[in-house]
């Protein structure tokens, strides 16, 4: 066998044979059905994370004999996906879930060796050590977690003789943005801040630090640009890396400030950092001070009205005419519609419309309180009732929604005991504390609401009738997304409250985007769009949203008319290019340095794209 010439690909060699890997013949790791299904689920979490990127590029590759397959930081394959042709010719070198690709398993491969090198690596045809592997190319990147820790392995493979080198580059680019998706979403970050050097807008550095400003996870472009290691974060406050810090931590008024600080590095004196804060998701960020101190503030969050329910769809404008008159009475109104419709946002309008609306409006989702805990949340308990209870007792939301509004959600989730109990109150609107023997009287408006058919629970058991009958007061069904006829509308409507968080001037949809919002399904309905919109605007970066924003799990399952003569690997290709050349801000040099191909190749493929 001839000797690799690189110097990565033949430390890879040296370690295939301390590892006594026989060229000739595979090692047998294949985890077991039962035993794969256990592994696996140790790593569901991650898996969802990456399963829209993962169903997004195997739609590219279905058709172009090519598979991406992610690893975890052991080398077992924990999902593989594309072309189903040549996922069925290659089970027999083992490209399938369960199978380990480590190099003390298969010798020299991308995925393995990028477990141990941590950087992207391809390794084409004959540079596998395992001789059944040389019919294939891998190109791998690393995923890692905000700590600079290796996550995963994302891998794209085919036939040796259709790898191209910009394939790698490709790989690198999508790697990274799932590195970026992962810190933005962390649900521990309070402050996001953007840093880029003075002259590389597009060479864009994520930073999460927390309130005290102690760094708490970065993306791959911050460590490299900063010279971070893993012990970094958790132990370094911001000031340590850069100067004048505090003018950036300062409180801003908005989620995201369009503010852009010059700083100085404290590594590199000759290095200046532009800085803006992304996302401020600090506690009370967005109230005003003399608000905060007010005894009268109860609640950050703006009472919903009917002036912010949008909507020119004619089963909606019934839904809503129907709800306004029900304000005018004190009847139990029950709301239905699937989650994410607004029936909290209905609820709340409707109180704010009512004889009620200078009374407390008081809110339970009953599904997410557990069973033992609910009945002391809607009564309230006595001083030592339980272990744990206050010792001068604490009233429950019936009492805090004394001459207001309860408002119960979820309510098909009541367990069957507390819907006898819950009946008992609406039949006479007198409460017992847990614990307690003395009466209380509520004065209280209902207004309960449900994702599900609650007929149907009736009719199975799980919901009493009579429960079912007292709250039938008025019902107002709420239509999902998919069958409105003002979708975009809606969604140009929420894009202006959206450009007020942002602080931009104007943002706008380009057609296709426009096509995503009319064609989608959105099972989320009205809370999943206006997320997808926040996001592609925080992503885009100018005013003009595109489709490529949106999250990638919504553009997985989202399937465009497309030119069925265009191969999916063109389209990878393309998207390559185009995320190559935003990051490095137009350098053509510099793009086809990391794609791996000469300038005049990288001209002639821009000019068919």
């Known amino acids: 066998m001839p000797e690799p010439i690189n110097t990565w690909l033949k430390k890879s060699w040296e370690r295939s044979r301390m590892y006594n890997v026989d060229p000739a013949v595979a090692r047998d790791a294949i985890l077991g059905a039962s035993e794969f299904k256990q592994y696996r689920e140790q790593k569901e979490a991650f898996l969802r994370e990456m399963k829209p990127t993962l169903e997004r590029l195997a739609n590219w590759l279905k058709s172009s004999g090519s598979v991406v397959v992610i690893c975890d930081t052991a080398g077992y394959i924990l999902k593989s996906m594309g072309d189903p042709v040549f996922l069925n010719e290659t089970k027999k070198i083992h490209v399938v879930e369960g199978a380990c690709w480590s190099e003390q398993v298969r010798g020299t491969n991308s995925a393995g060796t990028v477990i141990v090198e941590q950087k992207p690596l391809a390794v084409v045809g ?16 690393p995923i890692f977690d905000p700590h600079g820790r290796l996550l995963a392995v994302l891998n794209v493979s085919g036939y040796h003789e259709k790898y191209h080198p910009h394939i790698l580059g490709m790989v690198d680019v999508i790697a990274r943005e799932i590195e970026d998706r992962i810190l933005i979403h962390r649900s ?6 953007s840093l880029y050097p003075e002259h ?63 700083l100085q590095d404290k590594t590199k004196e000759q290095s200046r950092w532009m ?65 994410g419709t607004g029936k909290d946002m209905v609820s709340q309008a409707i109180h704010q419309a009512s004889l009620r609306s200078g009374k407390p409006f008081v809110a339970i989702n009953c599904g997410a309180v557990t069973k033992s805990l609910l009945e002391s949340e809607l009564f309230g308990y006595e001083a030592g009732a339980f272990t744990g209870a206050k010792q001068s007792g604490h009233p429950g939301k019936f009492e805090l929604a004394h001459g207001g509004t309860l408002f119960l959600d979820e ?38 609401a449900t994702h599900t058919d609650l007929w149907k629970k009736v009719q199975d058991g799980s919901f009493r009738a009579d429960l079912f009958y007292r709250l039938q007061g008025i019902h107002i069904t709420l239509p999902p997304l998919r069958k409105r006829s003002d979708r975009l509308e809606i969604a140009r409507f929420l894009l202006r409250n959206i450009q007020e968080e942002l602080q931009k001037e104007t943002l706008s949809l380009s057609p296709a985007a426009e096509r995503l919002i009319e064609n989608y399904a959105w099972p989320g309905n009205i809370r999943q769009l206006t997320g997808a919109l926040r996001e592609a605007a925080f992503l885009a970066d100018s005013s003009m949203i595109d489709l490529v924003h949106f999250p990638s799990y ?43 191909i000469g300038r005049n190749t990288l001209y002639r493929k821009l000019k068919k794209i």
């Open 554 to 596: 919504i553009l997985s399952d989202y399937t465009p008319h497309v030119n069925k003569h265009v191969s999916s690997l063109k389209q990878l290709e393309n998207h390559a290019i185009m995320e190559t050349l935003q990051k490095t801000g137009g350098n053509i040099s510099q793009t086809a340095r990391i794609l791996g």
């Open 188 to 193: 521990d970050k309070q402050i996001l801040i």
């Open 275 to 339: 800085a803006s804060v992304l996302i401020d998701m600090r506690p009370h960020f967005n109230a005003p001070l003399e608000k905060r101190n007010s005894k009268q503030a109860t609640s950050l969050r703006t009472p919903c009205t009917f002036a912010n329910l949008y909507g020119n769809d004619r089963s909606f404008q019934t839904a809503i005419h129907l709800a306004k008159k029900a304000a005018a009475t004190d009847y139990t109104i029950l709301i239905t519609g699937e989650s």
């Open 126 to 141: 004959r540079e596998h050590y395992l001789e059944e592997n040389h019919i294939l190319y891998c190109a791998a990147s």
């Open 200 to 262: 590389k807008q597009n060479q864009q550095a994520l930073l999460a630090v927390n309130h005290d400003g102690v760094l708490t996870g970065t993306n791959r472009e911050a460590r490299e640009m900063l010279q971070l290691d893993k012990s970094t974060i958790g132990n370094v406050h911001l000031s340590e890396l850069i100067s004048d810090v505090q003018r950036l931590l300062q409180r801003h008024d908005k989620i995201c400030s369009n503010d852009i600080f010059a």
């Open 411 to 448: 309510i098909a989730e009541m367990p069957p005991e507390m819907q006898v109990a819950l009946l008992r109150v609406l039949q006479d609107f007198t409460i017992t504390r847990v614990g307690g023997t003395k009466p209380i009287r509520v004065d209280v408006r209902i207004i309960a």
